[in-house]
Every structure is written in C-alpha cells, then in structure tokens.
C-alpha cells in the first residue's frame, strides 16, 4: 500500500516537471514569433512612409504649379475687367484719370526742379522755375557732371574776371567751393570767387605772380607724386575782415554823440575810485583792546596810543562824564566818520546804473538813424543795415564796459568801508562804558 503511494507520488513528479518543460518551450517559441512580427511591421510601415513621402513631393509640386496658373488667371482676369471697365467708362471718369496723371508728372516735375534748385550753384537760374521735362532733365544731367567733376577734378579752360577788370582765358580746378585759377598771360595764380550778380568768376585772391612758378608749372613738376596747393579756408572772408580791422579809438568814435558821457562818466568813476581808494588804504588801523586794558588809558589819559578816527573818539570821551552827554557825542562823532568814509562812493553806484542806460539810449537812437536810411534808401542791400546796427550797438557794448567795473569797485570799497566803521562802532560801545574815577580791578 505504502509502495503504491510512492509511486503515484513519483509519478506526479515527473508529470509536473514535464508539464514545466513543455511550457517553458512553448514561451521561447511564442517570443521569437512575436519579434518577427515586429520587425516585419517596422519593414511595412517604413515602406507606406516613404510611399507617403513621394507622393506628398509630387502633390505639393502639382499645388505649386496650380497656384501659379491661378495667380496668372486672376492676374488676366483683372486686366480683363480692367479693359472691360475701360469700354464702360465715361468722359468724367476719363478726365479725372487724365487729371491725376497730370498731377503725378507735375509732382515729378516738382521733384527735379527741387533737386535742381539745391544742387545749382548759381543763385540767379535756382530761383528760376520750369514746366519743361526736358530742360529738367537736361538740368539734372548737367548737375550729375558737376558732380562728378568733384569727385574727380581736372582742369578747364574758362574765362575769369581779373583784379582789374578784364576778361582772361584761364586754367581753372575747383574742388567744393574752393576753385584755383592759372593764367599764362599776365602770369597769375591764385582764388576765384563766384559772383553771384553776374554768375562769373572772378579774381578774389592772387598768390602767385612769378613767370617761374605758375599752378601749371606747379603741378606739373612732378607729375608722379602729389603737389600741395594752398587756399584760404574762408574763402577770402579773411582777408575782408582784417581790411576792416579797426583801432580802439575808431571803434569808439562809431559810438557817435552818445560815447561821450558813457566815457565822461567812466572817467569821473575812476577818479573817485581811485581817490577813496587811497583814502581808505592810509586809514589807521583801528586797535581793539580789553576793557581793563581801557580802563587804564583812560585812567592815565594816554591818547597816544590811538590814532586817527580811533583817537578822536577816545579824546571825546576823555573830555565828558558818562552818561547821555558822552553817548550823544561819541553817536555824533560816529556819523561824522561814517560820511567821511561813505563819501563819494555812491558816484560810483550812480556810474555803474547810469552807463547802461545811456548805452542803450545811444542803440536805440542808432537803430532810428537805420530805420530811416532804410525808409529812404530802403532795405535792399544787408550790409548796410547790418552796419547801422553794428553802430548802434557800440554805445550798448560801451555803457557795459564801463557799468560793470564800477559795479565791482563799488562793491569793494563799500565793503571796506563798512568794515572799518563797524570796528569804529565796536570801539565806542567800549568808551560809552568807562567812567573817570574807576579803580583797576
């Protein structure tokens, strides 16, 4: 019986591991059949892609090419309705095409005249206007050489007005609005100017009169390297405005009538100055001392070691008993001294208020003098009315000049002043307080 279940048992045993086997081989199979479907659909897929690829290529190039055959016929579509639109217009609609083409040339037209106007050099054609295309054109090519002869400048046989009046044929080289000049016959070199009156150029500058060295020979002597050429920056602006340099005494004497008390006054603010100047710098120098150092002048009457304004106010209280007597005098004393010492500084402040106003009085008669030479000569040249108000304007300039150093000087001495009598001050407060009779403490 025992042998039986053994048995049975053992039997199960190997059924079971058999069962385990079969199964374990089974799964191994299972895997590998799923991998190859995998990689086969991969294989599928990777086909239907680039399938799919092609075809998009093919689709997007048929897209482009009927869009464009689209945009063709929408274009010929409209240029059909436009010329379908042309045969249903009617002669309002025509006239006012007609007159917005008009409007378009005459902007054009207005377009080259403005170019031409701030390109020309010449100052009497810029202010002349035109309707005709092609003088316009014509202008605008003629601007474009100018242009290009100054980027690339070479020499041009020219007719210039000379210094003394005459025509000469000349070798002229302009860069910008500097432009050289070289005659064979006289031997000349130097600026030209243009004028504008008369469009021409003329002679504003001559450098050179040597037969040996003209600008042809000049730069012409060595033709490999370069050759320095020499010109006024200003445009011989300079060489007007040191012509016109006036001495100090000329340009006084432009201030006309009006200079006079301007100058008068100067000259009495000076000597004021000069004299209270002086006066102020010889004052005694004022010593401050103790109250018991006071005390003991006083009680020994030693005046001497004061001096000056600083003295007398020690003499007037030697001379009274303290009290209201001596206040009322040292008060008095110190007016005295405060006049002397403010006398005559207020001339200058009068000077210092006075001189522009009579320089502006002088401008403004000036100015009426120019406005009449304009109400009866009229307005026409700029220089003179600029003169005229250069005129006017000295007085002005002149009453400033002598304004402002007063306006200092008055300032310093009033200082000064107020200075030493605020000491002055100091020192009587000191004497109102002494008495005769009083012992050294």
């Known amino acids: 019986m025992a042998t039986n279940s053994i048995i049975a048992a053992f039997s199960a045993t190997v059924l079971l591991f058999s069962a385990n086997i079969s199964f374990a081989a089974s799964s191994d199979d299972a895997k590998q059949s799923i991998l190859?479907?995998?990689?086969?659909?991969?294989?599928?897929?990777?086909?239907?892609?680039?399938?799919?690829?092609?075809?998009?290529?093919?689709?997007?190039?048929?897209?482009?090419?009927?869009?464009?055959?689209?945009?063709?016929?929408?274009?010929?579509?409209?240029?059909?309705?436009?010329?379908?639109?042309?045969?249903?217009?009617?002669?309002?609609?025509?006239?006012?095409?007609?007159?917005?083409?008009?409007?378009?040339?005459?902007?054009?037209?207005?377009?080259?005249?403005?170019?031409?106007?701030?390109?020309?050099?010449?100052?009497?054609?810029?202010?002349?206007?035109?309707?005709?295309?092609?003088?316009?054109?014509?202008?605008?090519?003629?601007?474009?050489?100018?242009?290009?002869?100054?980027?690339?400048?070479?020499?041009?046989?020219?007719?210039?007005?000379?210094?003394?009046?005459?025509?000469?044929?000349a070798s002229t080289l302009q860069v910008g609005p500097v432009a050289w000049f070289s005659t064979?016959?006289?031997?000349?070199?130097?600026?030209l100017n243009l004028d504008d009156e008369s469009s021409a150029l003329k002679v504003a500058l001559v450098q050179s009169t040597s037969n040996d060295n003209p600008l042809d020979n000049t730069l012409n002597q060595n033709g490999a390297g370069s050759t320095l050429l020499t010109f006024d920056p200003s445009l011989t602006h300079l060489v007007t405005s040191q012509a016109q340099q006036e001495s100090p005494l000329e340009h006084l004497e432009k201030?006309?009538?009006?200079?006079?008390?301007?100058?008068?006054?100067?000259?009495?603010?000076?000597?004021?100055?000069?004299?209270?100047?002086?006066?102020?710098?010889?004052?005694?120098?004022?010593?401050?001392?103790?109250?018991?150092?006071?005390?003991?002048?006083?009680?020994?009457?030693?005046?001497?070691?004061?001096?000056?304004?600083?003295?007398?106010?020690?003499?007037?209280?030697?001379?009274?008993?303290?009290?209201?007597?001596?206040?009322?005098?040292?008060?008095?004393?110190?007016?005295?001294?405060?006049?002397?010492?403010?006398n005559f500084i207020g001339a200058i402040a009068v000077t210092a208020a006075v001189a522009p106003l009579l320089g502006l009085l002088g401008t403004v008669s000036g100015m009426i003098e120019t406005f009449k030479m304009m109400t009866l000569f009229g307005s026409g040249d700029p220089e003179v009315v600029s003169g005229g108000i250069a005129q006017a304007l000295i007085t002005t300039e002149l009453g400033l000049v002598v304004a402002i150093p007063a306006l200092v000087l008055n300032a310093l001495l009033s200082r000064k002043a107020k200075a030493y009598y605020s000491q002055l001050e100091g020192f009587a407060l000191q004497l109102s307080q002494l008495e005769k009779g009083e012992n050294n403490v």
Not at 55 to 63: D, Y
Not at 270 to 275: C, E, K
Not at 308 to 318: A, E
């Open 184 to 191: 064979q016959t006289p031997k000349l070199m130097g600026l």
């Open 255 to 342: 201030g006309g009538l009006w200079a006079i008390p301007i100058i008068l006054f100067a000259c009495f603010a000076l000597t004021i100055a000069l004299l209270k100047a002086a006066q102020l710098l010889r004052l005694s120098k004022i010593k401050m001392h103790s109250q018991m150092q006071l005390k003991q002048f006083f009680k020994a009457e030693n005046s001497s070691e004061f001096a000056g304004m600083q003295q007398q106010l020690f003499n007037l209280t030697l001379q009274s008993e303290k009290g209201q007597i001596r206040d009322d005098q040292l008060f008095n004393q110190l007016i005295h001294d405060k006049h002397k010492l403010d």
């Open 36 to 169: 190859s479907d995998i990689k086969t659909a991969q294989r599928t897929l990777n086909k239907t892609q680039n399938s799919i690829s092609k075809e998009q290529a093919s689709l997007a190039k048929q897209i482009f090419t009927k869009q464009q055959s689209l945009s063709k016929l929408r274009a010929q579509a409209a240029v059909n309705r436009r010329l379908a639109d042309e045969n249903t217009l009617s002669l309002d609609q025509l006239q006012t095409r007609l007159d917005t083409w008009q409007q378009q040339q005459q902007y054009q037209l207005n377009l080259l005249s403005r170019f031409v106007r701030q390109n020309t050099s010449n100052s009497a054609s810029s202010n002349e206007s035109t309707n005709n295309q092609n003088e316009l054109l014509n202008r605008v090519i003629s601007q474009i050489n100018n242009q290009e002869q100054a980027l690339y400048p070479h020499f041009n046989k020219q007719s210039i007005v000379l210094s003394n009046g005459e025509l000469s044929q």
